[in-house]
């Protein structure tokens, strides 16, 4: 492989696994597209090797996330469980309906999504001190120097939820991310602290299922994954960081920018301009 390309694969999956730690978006909206027009590679190949990026970039955050109390793991494998069921149900329902349709619906969502999270401030519902409920939890905020305590609310409406994002992510091939982060945030009162690497967690469960089935059909270019792996484990990690010392005011307003990128990309790619 030569030097260049190799240098493009590293910086592609560090910036995305910057972003991905960052918002919980795993980067496949990145890895995708510039696999295909910076690359050359074909979709069924980008794919597969924007699943092994998503994973290496999850094992990354994850590793720092969990460690720090900020991943919610309770709370991510009860929503992993519906979304795995949304995104079979997806993969169903796409045969059915037009691919611009599915893209331009996932654009409102999240262009909603973006719009409350700018316009309704965080609400965290902080548990009652002799609450023993399977849903108080407690993470360090290290920008505030503060512990910040919360219960998650409307549990089994998110759960709910988290099937139509899993039938979104399945039929559009964009990240469950988009939707399940903004979902905890405001309908589940998470702190975005917290939901953000929740999300991150979820997506390298959802992405090593889907990069199994491409690996036994010999669709993963080994030398691209190799070099986005990289990239993305080591992006990952400096995000991390970032994210932790960021304030939740400023994380959320750029979180609402990238879902408003991501919108306007995904609408470009419904109207065949990209």
Same mark, same amino acid.
């Given at each position: 492989?030569?030097?260049?390309?190799?240098?493009?694969?590293?910086?592609?999956?560090?910036?995305?696994?910057?972003?991905?730690?960052?918002?919980?978006?795993?980067?496949?909206?990145?890895?995708?597209?510039?696999?295909?027009?910076?690359?050359?590679?074909?979709?069924?190949?980008?794919?597969?090797?924007?699943?092994?990026?998503?994973? +290496?970039?999850?094992?990354?955050?994850?590793?720092?996330?969990?460690?720090?109390?900020?991943?919610?793991?309770?709370?991510?494998?009860?929503?992993?469980?519906?979304?795995?069921?949304? +995104?079979?149900?997806?993969?169903?329902?796409?045969?059915?309906?037009?691919?611009?349709?599915?893209?331009?619906?996932?654009?409102?969502?999240?262009?909603?999504?973006?719009?409350?999270?700018?316009?309704?401030?965080?609400?965290?519902?902080?548990?009652?001190?002799?609450?023993?409920?399977?849903?108080?939890?407690?993470?360090?905020?290290?920008?505030?120097?503060?512990?910040?305590?919360?219960?998650?609310?409307?549990?089994?409406?998110?759960?709910?939820?988290?099937?139509?994002?899993?039938?979104?992510?399945?039929?559009?091939?964009?990240?469950?991310?988009?939707?399940?982060?903004?979902?905890?945030?405001?309908?589940?009162?998470?702190?975005?602290?917290?939901?953000?690497?929740?999300?991150?967690?979820?997506?390298?469960?959802?992405?090593?299922?889907?990069?199994?089935?491409?690996?036994?059909?010999?669709?993963?270019?080994?030398?691209?994954?190799?070099?986005?792996?990289?990239?993305?484990?080591?992006?990952?990690?400096?995000?991390?960081?970032?994210?932790?010392?960021?304030?939740?005011?400023?994380?959320?307003?750029?979180?609402?920018?990238?879902?408003?990128?991501?919108?306007?990309?995904?609408?470009?790619?419904?109207?065949?301009?990209?």
């Amino acid at each position: 492989m030569e030097a260049l390309i190799l240098a493009g694969l590293l910086l592609t999956g560090s910036t995305a696994g910057i972003l991905g730690a960052l918002f919980g978006l795993g980067g496949g909206f990145i890895f995708v597209p510039v696999l295909m027009l910076a690359f050359g590679l074909a979709p069924a190949e980008a794919v597969a090797v924007s699943l092994i990026g998503i994973i +290496a970039g999850s094992v990354g955050a994850s590793t720092v996330f969990v460690d720090k109390g900020l991943s919610n793991i309770r709370l991510g494998l009860l929503m992993e469980i519906t979304t795995a069921a949304g +995104a079979i149900i997806g993969a169903i329902v796409a045969g059915l309906l037009d691919e611009w349709l599915l893209m331009c619906i996932f654009s409102a969502i999240v262009l909603y999504s973006a719009a409350r999270m700018i316009m309704n401030p965080e609400r965290v519902i902080p548990p009652s001190e002799d609450s023993e409920s399977r849903f108080a939890f407690e993470y360090r905020d290290e920008a505030n120097d503060e512990n910040v305590r919360y219960e998650v609310d409307n549990v089994k409406g998110g759960m709910a939820l988290c099937t139509v994002a899993g039938m979104i992510s399945s039929m559009t091939g964009v990240g469950g991310g988009a939707v399940k982060v903004p979902l905890m945030n405001i309908y589940m009162h998470v702190p975005i602290k917290a939901a953000s690497p929740t999300s991150s967690y979820m997506i390298g469960i959802t992405a090593f299922s889907g990069a199994i089935t491409y690996l036994l059909s010999g669709q993963v270019l080994l030398e691209y994954a190799a070099g986005i792996a990289i990239g993305a484990f080591a992006g990952s990690i400096a995000g991390t960081s970032l994210a932790r010392k960021l304030q939740t005011k400023h994380l959320r307003k750029y979180f609402s920018v990238l879902l408003i990128a991501v919108a306007i990309l995904v609408l470009l790619q419904a109207g065949g301009i990209l």
